[in-house]
Structures are given as C-alpha cells and as structure tokens.
C-alpha cells in the first residue's frame, strides 16, 4: 500500500477533509468529478442511508451505510452503491467518515434533499441482510481457503 494512501486515509479518519470522486457505482447520486467533504465520525454515530468513505484496496470508495452487525468481537458495515445490485460488508477499521457536503464540477453546493433519499433497492437489502452477511462470509471464506468457520 502506498505511503502517502496510509497517510491521507489516517488523516481523514482524524480530520476529515475533501475528496474527489470518481467512478460509476453511486450513479446518478455522484458523478465523476464532485467534491464530497468528509466529517470524521463514530461508526455507532451513522443513519442508514448516510453516504460513507471507506477504504477498498488501495483506494477510498463512497457508497450509502446501510447498518452494521456484530459477530463475535467484530463490527462489520453493510454498505452498498447506488448503481450497484448487490450491498457488500466490510470490518469496521476500513471505515474513514461520512459525507456532509457535496458539491459538482463547478463547484456548487449541491442540495442535501437530492443525495441523502435512500433508493428503495438499498432499503430493501437493508431488509435482507442476513443473507447478504453470510454471502459475505462464505466468500470471505473462500478466498483464505478456509473449509470451517472456527
């Protein structure tokens, strides 16, 4: 992972800041090119429908919080995109804050009313989520090569 990636994400998660999005899993909500200003935030401090800054790899991701579950002594978030079918569940650690302004290309504010509406698709796998946590788990599984979930 590269240096200055683990230094802009720590300081985010401390700070907050501004970030520039790219990409097409939140359309039509974000489009390539908005400014989303980020508050840094407790993850019990989130509403469904909230749209988070994770980390994903080597990169940050913007996606709608949808809840979380604790197994043992973990906390996951689901989260999913807009523009995406399927929601997804990440460790709490990758979690760096939430969006409390967005502005477009030209640099305008743009209206909370039009990006905090949650789609329904989103609420109704919000509905669903065990089964999406234990896809999460079996494929997690998987990709260590894990036969048993001890």
Known sequence: MDELY???????KMKGGICS????????TLK???????EPVEISGLKKGDLIIYENDDMCACHRFLRTVGIKDKVYFMEK???????????????????????????ILIDTRRWKKMPFFSKLCSFFWP??????IL???Q????????
Request: charged content about 30%.
């Open 6 to 12: 683990k230094i802009r994400t720590a300081y985010l």
């Open 21 to 28: 999005y790219t990409g097409r899993s939140m359309e039509p």
């Open 32 to 38: 390539d090119g908005y400014a989303l200003k980020i």
């Open 81 to 107: 995109g807009d523009n995406n079918l399927f929601p997804w569940f990440r460790e709490e650690d990758c979690f760096s804050g939430r969006v409390v302004e967005m502005y477009d290309s030209d640099g």
């Open 131 to 136: 089964i999406f946590f234990v896809r999460y």
């Open 139 to 141: 494929k997690k599984h």
């Open 143 to 150: 990709k260590m090569g894990q036969s048993d979930f001890s």
